[in-house]
């Protein structure tokens, strides 16, 4: 029964980052946005790159400490594990294929937001991460597939 409940308490927790993940997705998606001009590109580009390779480190430290509030409090230790275990069955990190970079807001505060949609190749697939940052350059979304 204790083993039903931890796994109970571990689906919680990562369907918790994604559920806040798409929310904020879906809220700041207006089709393809310009980035707005608050963003650099290439700050954007090497910022979505420590991420991936903070996610494939498993440095659950590193993520939390790029995060903006709203994901410090939802990249628990239990949300990250499912995250590594599903990424973990990708096999190796091979390397980044592609990153498209757009803007995004959010339609009740108006917050601009950068979202980045890479493609990594792994040993045995590809995820697609989508990645947002604030204007502060904090982590604010993170999501893969």
Do not use: H, P, W
């Not at 498993?58 to 995250?83: C, F, H, P």
């Not at 807001?105 to 995820?127: G, L, P, W």
Request: with cysteine.
């Amino acid at each position: 029964m204790k083993k039903k409940t931890q796994k109970l308490k571990k689906m919680f927790a990562f369907g918790t980052v994604l559920v806040l993940c798409l929310a904020l997705l879906t809220a700041c998606s207006d089709g393809q946005k310009k980035l707005s001009d608050d963003f650099d590109q290439d700050k954007i580009q090497e910022a979505t790159t420590k991420v991936i390779d903070a996610v494939n480190a498993k440095d659950s430290d590193a993520l939390r400490e790029i995060s903006d509030d709203t994901m410090k409090s939802a990249l628990t230790d239990d949300a990250l594990a499912a995250v590594y275990k599903a990424i973990g069955e990708g096999g190796a990190f091979q390397e980044i294929k592609e990153v498209n970079i757009a803007g995004a807001s959010d339609k009740n505060t108006k917050e601009d937001y950068a979202v980045a949609v890479a493609r990594a190749q792994y040993e045995k697939k590809a995820f697609i991460y989508t990645i947002s940052f604030t204007k502060d350059m904090k982590l604010a979304g993170l999501y893969y597939k």
